[in-house]
């Protein structure tokens, strides 16, 4: 499996300027991914691309001929779980972010922390549960689904009264939990972009709770770009975000959430490889206090599209350079 270095499998916006922008989808998520799609090809058309929206309402996808690369920007289950990106693979369509497996193990909480935990790379105590079985784990803890986005289901359970709603909140999602060690202390995010690490974010959500309410309720949570902290601990989450793109075989670009312990301890607690891409989500906030416009962010993506694939097949395609 290759990864997508610039050095190698750019695709030239010089050349390429037909590209599609993949929104929407049948996740949960669907709305966020709307709002996300129309601001990505809002962006990519002042770059000078020439962009069609394809909104996507079931699992089919049909591309116009004249399309030469691919956008993605659906978020949830079939978008952020290397479904797209296999069928995008087989079409021999160029395409942003991640590779399928790259994407699933990023979505699937479980497989993230086996990777994270095999790399050194600090990361929550926690447990999976399913129907039936019993937390072991004491309060406070957190806990969401095994395979979703956009913090659907996630709850901070700090009392036992709590417990059962939010436990069967979470499972209605896929039937599997998981539940993490709550880490007192401040909630960080990196983005990434190639191999470049944007300015730290700080989330001061309501009640430290950073939910589906919280996240997109405008108001209800406060961000700090770039966050207050001291040079050394904006390094070390730059340093351990790269390191958990790399980990989970990620590309093109990201976002790591942490957790920084009262104690000084970074946790990771999971990367997005399709971050909320509105001109307010995160990652251009991030890039906006970098002096990176959002036009120059999403041609800059753009550009990174590509098969993430065996050599063989993108130079019948004619996308190595």
């Not at 922390?113 to 095999?118: A, M, P």
């Not at 039936?132 to 289901?153: I, N, T, Y």
Request: hydrophobic fraction near 40%; proline fraction near 6%.
């Amino acid at each position: 499996m290759l990864s997508c270095s610039p050095r190698l499998y750019i695709v030239n916006d010089m050349i390429l300027k037909n590209v599609a922008v993949l929104m929407g989808g049948i996740s949960r998520e669907r709305e966020v991914s709307l709002r996300s799609g129309a601001a990505v090809a809002r962006g990519l058309r002042k770059s000078g691309y020439q962009v069609q929206e394809i909104d996507l309402t079931s699992a089919e996808l049909t591309v116009p001929s004249d399309i030469q690369a691919v956008f993605i920007a659906l978020h949830g289950e079939f978008g952020e779980d290397g479904t797209i990106q296999k069928i995008l693979e087989r079409m021999k369509l160029p395409y942003t972010g991640s590779s399928p497996e790259a994407s699933r193990n990023a979505f699937d909480k479980l497989l993230s922390k086996k990777v994270l935990i095999r790399n050194g790379i600090m990361t929550p105590p926690y447990e999976i549960l399913r129907p039936g079985e019993a937390r072991s784990m004491p309060l406070p803890v957190v806990v969401k689904p095994l395979r979703q986005g956009s913090s659907l289901g996630v709850h901070c359970v700090v009392s036992e009264d709590a417990w059962p709603a939010a436990l069967a909140d979470a499972l209605t999602h896929n039937g599997e939990v998981l539940v993490e060690e709550f880490i007192p202390g401040r909630e960080l995010t990196v983005g990434l972009v190639q191999d470049r690490a944007l300015p730290v974010i700080e989330i001061r959500a309501p009640g430290d709770n950073y939910d589906y309410h919280a996240k997109y309720t405008q108001g209800a949570t406060q961000y700090i770009v770039p966050a207050s902290v001291s040079r050394e601990t904006a390094e070390l989450c730059s340093g351990v975000a790269k390191r958990t793109f790399l980990a989970l075989g990620a590309a093109g670009y990201g976002r790591v959430d942490f957790r920084l312990h009262n104690d000084g301890t970074l946790y990771v607690l999971e990367l997005n490889t399709i971050p909320g891409f509105t001109e307010t989500s995160l990652l251009p906030k991030a890039a906006a206090a970098a002096g990176l416009g959002f036009p120059e962010l999403c041609a800059m993506i753009m550009r990174q599209a590509c098969l993430k694939t065996r050599r063989q097949d993108l130079i019948e395609v004619g996308h190595v350079v």
